[in-house]
């Protein structure tokens, strides 16, 4: 690794581990749900109130999907939320093994700090020791979510949660995001912050910042 090496690498989850739709018309389809005529009914901002409640676990899953059917006016019926909502996670992108086991091979623990939900969490990070569609994440050190810190970036109390639980704070916590906002945040916060194509190979993208080679 050029230079000092990290004390702690953290991860966003959506765009940088997780692949993800990045839009309500391409989770729509992944779903099996015919989106024409009706792709955007409720622009993203208009969405966010939701969004942000369901993410810093004020409202269930039951109450998120009742407010975005009666946002939309009846443009999707709950069953097509739940399912569209389901089919939002995609898998994990390829070459993460190496990541790891560049991270391990280093010594350098890491975390997860993700805006998420309690039903993608689930998925993500599912209790036991079952098979698992996300293999990689299992490997994270210090898993923080959004729905169960009650904090949601770019808010400072979530990076400092996260500092509050690791011990790690300052230059040498090294944080990646695919979204601008988060990464001004984690600056602020004292961190080394860089953004992710989600477009491209984040893996590699990830290994390039962090100078270490993946076998």
């Given at each position: 690794?050029?230079?000092?090496?990290?004390?702690l690498?953290?991860?966003?989850?959506?765009?940088?581990?997780?692949?993800?739709?990045?839009?309500?018309?391409?989770?729509?389809?992944a779903?099996?749900?015919?989106?024409?005529?009706?792709?955007?009914?409720?622009?993203?901002?208009?969405?966010?109130?939701?969004?942000?409640?369901?993410?810093?676990?004020?409202?269930?899953?039951?109450?998120?999907?009742?407010?975005?059917?009666?946002?939309?006016?009846?443009?999707?019926?709950?069953?097509?939320v739940v399912?569209?909502?389901?089919?939002?996670?995609?898998?994990?992108?390829?070459?993460?093994?190496?990541?790891?086991?560049?991270?391990?091979?280093?010594?350098?623990?890491?975390?997860?700090?993700?805006?998420?939900?309690?039903?993608?969490?689930?998925?993500?990070?599912?209790?036991?020791?079952?098979?698992?569609?996300?293999?990689?994440?299992?490997?994270?050190?210090?898993?923080?979510?959004?729905?169960?810190l009650?904090?949601?970036?770019p808010?400072?109390?979530?990076?400092?949660?996260?500092?509050?639980?690791?011990?790690?704070?300052?230059?040498?916590?090294?944080?990646?995001?695919?979204?601008?906002?988060?990464?001004?945040?984690?600056?602020?916060?004292?961190?080394?912050?860089?953004?992710?194509?989600?477009?491209g190979?984040?893996?590699?993208?990830?290994?390039?910042?962090?100078?270490?080679?993946?076998?």
């Open positions: 690794m050029a230079g000092p090496s990290p004390s690498v953290v991860f966003d989850l959506g765009g940088v581990l997780v692949r993800i739709a990045r839009t309500w018309a391409e989770a729509s389809r779903a099996g749900i015919d989106p024409t005529g009706r792709d955007d009914p409720l622009p993203p901002a208009a969405r966010e109130p939701w969004v942000h409640a369901y993410e810093t676990g004020a409202i269930d899953r039951a109450a998120f999907v009742d407010g975005l059917v009666r946002a939309m006016d009846g443009a999707y019926a709950p069953a097509e399912r569209i909502h389901d089919a939002w996670l995609f898998g994990e992108y390829a070459g993460l093994h190496r990541l790891f086991d560049a991270l391990d091979g280093a010594g350098v623990e890491t975390a997860v700090l993700s805006n998420t939900n309690e039903a993608h969490w689930a998925r993500m990070f599912p209790a036991g020791a079952g098979p698992s569609a996300f293999p990689s994440l299992r490997r994270v050190r210090h898993p923080h979510a959004s729905h169960l009650r904090a949601r970036k808010d400072a109390a979530s990076f400092r949660a996260v500092e509050a639980a690791t011990g790690r704070r300052g230059e040498g916590v090294v944080f990646f995001d695919d979204l601008p906002d988060n990464v001004r945040g984690a600056r602020r916060a004292g961190w080394t912050a860089h953004l992710v194509d989600p477009a190979d984040p893996a590699a993208q990830m290994l390039a910042r962090l100078g270490l080679a993946g076998a």
